[in-house]
């Protein structure tokens, strides 16, 4: 089917969906060297390697057959594909074959088809050595071939001479005709009413035949498909479940339903009660997912693009078919009325390809323009050649060959899964036991929220945006169970169950090694939570203990691979100053992105409450005045008299932060208590009150923001408390309260506010940053006003160069971003652009004026009922360009504004450019190859 658009339609038609395997000829190929994929077929090619001779042969095979019954076999020709199906009683070998058709000017010279049915008859013979079982050869396909046998019409005898090797193949393989005689499966489009019988289907045994006829459809080739039914049972794939449409789903239904059917569940004290516990869970779940979600509904199609339209119009080519035989049947191939059906059904044909091309065209067209900045990378797969529908061949393992599902499972769990060594243990002392804090609510949320929601399901079918959503009803139930399930040291058992999928290593000569596939694990979704939880715990403690080298930069966070090379670069500079040789081994490094865990003495933070039990009590605040920043800490008794006080002036504000203020004021509380707890060596409880709630939360989680340096020094410092027997608090209180420690501590530090630097921390990454990208923008600034070109632009947005502009070509599609573009620039398809680039003669508007983006957009009478449509959504502002396009005019003082982007005008705006037609591309049309254009399904 040398049709692009025919082979579409037969992998998209509803019909053939029921098939079970299709058997294609010379199969339309793209520029990516692919034959036309979709999910519902395996796809089946000649195994022949030699580039210079093209394949003309396919075999699609439906996913609805388990691969447990079919694979192809070996058959060393470009024009022929061979697959072998089987089942408990009989094997079926079935063969797509092409023939290439005799040269009519030299038929008298030798034209052997011989090549191709000896690799057949090697193929046959090969698969039926040793085997007692029946076997069934199903052999179909375009022979190009003339006979008596087969065909109805008188045969010259020098064409018939070039079948005689068709038929002694026949004769020796003792195979049947299963079409009747004379019936045409070929109807010229070039030779009104010419026909033959070229096309054959082929077998060995006739009698496990149910029937076979031409198919009613020939999706508009101009050979006419056969269909074929047999008596032959094979096994079939378990039925896929459905999708759920979560986008519809009712959470608040679904959460107060697992809510109330777990509100009497018991403390779990051992491993059964934990799986127990789980499994009512997963249960519960899962039935109220069931009871208020529904089920996706995919499209019937293989492709969204092929519309019920195009199916109508595929109706109406073949109608139109059926007439122009039915003329010819009657009539005869030269009589008028012939003729012109013949002429109307080439008409129909060409105009229903040409519509398939052009929705296909459409369809990526539009995929495109809707395509966001964030969205866009999702054509990438569309422009690459993929093996995603190859099926698994059969798996050798030495010199035996592994073909059942079951057995192919085994082999790749052993490859995958090799045995491992049981450990050697060693005589070593245990290391000190480091102390291990119960799992909270809080520590469990947020691990949760940093989790992808859309990732793929384990066993059970629940995505992590289903605990998401439902969250705050099962957030102690799943609290209590992680708790148990450390506290037990028991993993349970329905988590360590999980889903494996198998893909093909990209570039591996061989497919039949199992070695030459990977796998992927997919996990029970709430264990992979516990496991993230788990893993941060892990890293904090990695960390807080150094448990790790300082050589050790993957997987630890806070820690680039930009880091590591700047430590080999540095020992490369110091090998060289000391005169010796460097010779390096590169090797790969994962750096991973794991956040650390709040101490156990921070798990309190935010939360309010009288500090009575407390013999000092220390307050903390920070301020800033005239761009400079101070800090104070005031140290009272359990009385609430001030007992020592200390001022720390940090620096200008263009340097520092009010967050790092509040920092370096609680870690010159906790080098206080620190030193007092030195000097004075009494047991003493100490609280740290602070009305900073950032500082605090960082703090308690430490992670890669600003003024880590000095988070990490006050943690260094808390961890020395604990072989001290220093008793630590820290509290948050509100701010300006009534508190009196507080407000002496914020007196004391409005008074500290100094440009001089009175503390040991090096200036803030951050801040240096800011500083480099405000000197950056000022530069940009300049240079942007100094240059003579982008006036049309300037005056539009005035307040350029600025992020406004990014963010608004990012929220727009690609098409409007496209049109909107033009608008700002000036670079456009108006016609004095046209003019310049000879598209055109006039630079003109058709009213007879300079076609200018204001013209258009405010004066063109031509355009005045849209006008009126966009005047009533922009009101006053039809009046201003810069408004409208997305710019920042000046307002009432001279000075340019600095609002939010108006997006309810910019779309209308768009939607009136759009509706215009004006900014159109007015180059000469260049029609597309279809075969250069990118498919989708």
């Known amino acids: 089917m040398k049709s692009r658009a025919g082979m579409e339609a037969l992998v998209n038609d509803q019909a053939t969906q029921d098939l079970d395997v299709l058997l294609i000829q010379e199969p339309s190929i793209t520029s990516y060297q692919t034959y036309v994929n979709h999910r519902l077929w395996y796809t089946y090619q000649p195994i022949h390697q ?25 058959c060393n020709h470009p024009d022929v594909t061979a697959i072998k199906i089987w089942n408990g009683e009989r094997q079926i070998l079935v063969f797509s074959v092409y023939i290439e058709p005799i040269d009519l000017h030299h038929v008298h010279e030798i034209q052997s088809m011989q090549a191709t049915l000896n690799e057949i008859e090697v193929t046959i013979e090969e698969q039926t050595r040793n085997r007692t079982t029946p076997t069934s050869i199903i052999i179909a396909g375009d022979f190009n071939r003339h006979h008596p046998a087969w065909s109805s019409s008188y045969v010259y005898a020098s064409v018939m001479a070039h079948a005689e090797e068709l038929v002694n193949f026949i004769h020796a393989q003792g195979l049947f005709s299963c079409l009747p005689s004379g ?7 070039s030779r009104p009413g010419q026909r033959s019988t070229i096309d054959l289907t082929l077998t060995n045994t006739p009698d496990s035949m149910v029937k076979c006829e031409l198919y009613k459809d020939n999706f508009a080739s101009d050979h006419c498909a056969t269909y074929s039914e047999w008596d032959i049972q094979v096994e079939q794939r378990a039925e896929t479940i459905p999708r759920r449409a979560y986008k519809r789903a009712e959470w608040a239904k679904i959460g107060d339903m697992i809510h109330s059917h777990l509100a009497g569940l018991p403390k779990i004290q051992t491993a059964e009660e934990l799986d127990q516990a789980v499994k009512i869970l997963i249960d519960r779940t899962t039935a109220a997912i069931s009871k208020h979600i529904p089920m996706a509904k995919p499209s019937p199609y293989s492709k969204r693009w092929f519309t019920p339209e195009l199916k109508t119009q595929l109706r109406e080519v073949n109608k139109s078919r059926r007439k122009y035989q039915r003329s010819c049947a009657r009539n005869g191939r030269h009589h008028p009325w012939t003729a012109e059906l013949h002429k109307a059904w080439r008409i129909k044909r060409r105009n229903w390809t040409r519509q398939l091309e052009k929705v296909k065209a459409a369809d990526w067209k539009d995929f495109l323009d809707q395509a966001t900045s964030q969205t866009v990378w999702r054509a990438t797969p569309y422009m690459k050649k993929n093996d995603a529908f190859a099926n698994l061949p059969p798996l050798r393992v030495g010199d035996h060959e592994v073909t059942d599902n079951h057995d192919k499972a085994r082999v790749l769990l052993e490859t995958f899964f090799p045995p491992t060594r049981q450990p050697q243990p060693e005589c070593i002392v245990p290391p000190k036991e480091i102390p291990w804090e119960p799992v909270t609510e809080q520590e469990i949320t947020k691990t949760l929220q940093r989790m992808k929601k859309r990732t793929a399901p384990g066993e059970d079918g629940i995505p992590m945006l289903v605990w998401f959503q439902i969250w705050p009803y099962i957030s102690s139930i799943v609290t209590s169970i992680f708790t148990a399930s450390i506290d037990l040291g028991y993993y349970p058992r329905q988590w360590k169950m999980a889903k494996i999928v198998v893909l093909r290593k990209p570039g591996k000569s061989d497919y039949t090694s199992a070695a030459a596939y990977r796998s992927i694990s997919l996990l029970n979704t709430l264990g992979k939570l516990l496991e993230a939880v788990v893993a941060r715990r892990l890293s904090y403690y990695a960390e807080k203990y150094e448990l790790l080298p300082d050589t050790q930069f993957g997987g630890r966070p806070g820690r680039t691979t930009e880091q590591a090379l700047l430590v080999l670069a540095n020992a490369i500079d110091q090998a060289w100053l000391r005169g010796h040789q460097i010779a390096g081994q590169w090797g790969t490094r994962v750096v991973g992105d794991h956040r650390s865990n709040p101490a156990s003495t921070m798990e309190q933070v935010g939360v309010t409450e009288l500090i009575e039990d407390s013999e000092a009590v220390i307050y903390t605040d920070a301020s800033e005045k005239h761009s400079k920043l101070g800090a104070a800490v005031v140290m009272v008794d359990r009385g609430g008299r001030p007992q020592r006080t200390w001022q720390i ?125 405000k000197n950056i923008q000022k530069e940009w600034q300049e240079e942007w006003k100094a240059s003579q070109k982008g006036q049309h632009l300037k005056r539009i947005d005035e307040g350029l160069p600025a992020r406004r ?77 810069a408004s409208m396009l997305g710019g920042t005019p000046r307002n009432g003082q001279g000075k340019v504004g600095n609002g939010g982007i108006k997006w309810k005008i910019i779309n209308a705006v768009l939607e009136f450019a759009e509706a215009s037609g004006r900014f159109k591309s007015r180059a000469p049309p260049v029609r597309p190859r279809d075969h250069d254009r990118p498919q989708r399904g």
């Open 50 to 74: 030699d580039d210079n001779f093209r394949k003309r042969s396919l075999i699609y095979v439906n996913k609805r057959i388990s691969t447990s019954a079919h694979r192809q076999i070996a």
């Open 183 to 189: 019936t045409p499966t070929y109807w010229s489009l």
């Open 649 to 773: 002036g940090i620096g200008p504000a263009s340097d520092w932060t009010v967050h790092a203020a509040e920092l370096i004021a609680i870690y010159h509380a906790v080098e206080a208590i620190y030193q007092e707890r030195v000097n004075r060596r009494r047991d003493k409880n100490y609280t740290i009150v602070s009305d900073s709630q950032s500082a605090i939360e960082a703090i308690a989680n430490p992670s890669n923001k600003p003024g880590q340096a000095i988070v990490h020094r006050i943690l260094d410092r808390i961890s020395t408390f604990r072989d001290r027997r220093i008793k630590f608090r820290l509290h948050w209180i509100p701010g300006h309260s009534g508190i009196e420690g507080n407000e002496w501590a914020d007196r004391l530090a409005k008074q500290a506010v100094t440009s001089e630097k009175q503390h040991r921390f090096g200036r803030l990454v951050s801040t240096s940053k800011r500083t480099a990208r």
């Open 805 to 881: 502009a990014f963010r608004l070509y990012r929220q727009l599609t690609r098409h409007r971003t496209y049109l909107m573009i033009q608008m700002r620039t000036g670079h456009s398809w108006l016609a004095p652009h046209s003019r310049r680039f000879k598209f055109t003669d006039d630079d003109r508007c058709v009213c007879g004026v300079i076609e200018t983006v204001v013209h258009v957009l405010m004066d063109c009478p031509r355009l005045w009922q849209a006008r009126q449509e966009l005047r009533a959504q922009v009101g006053g502002t039809l009046g201003c360009t």
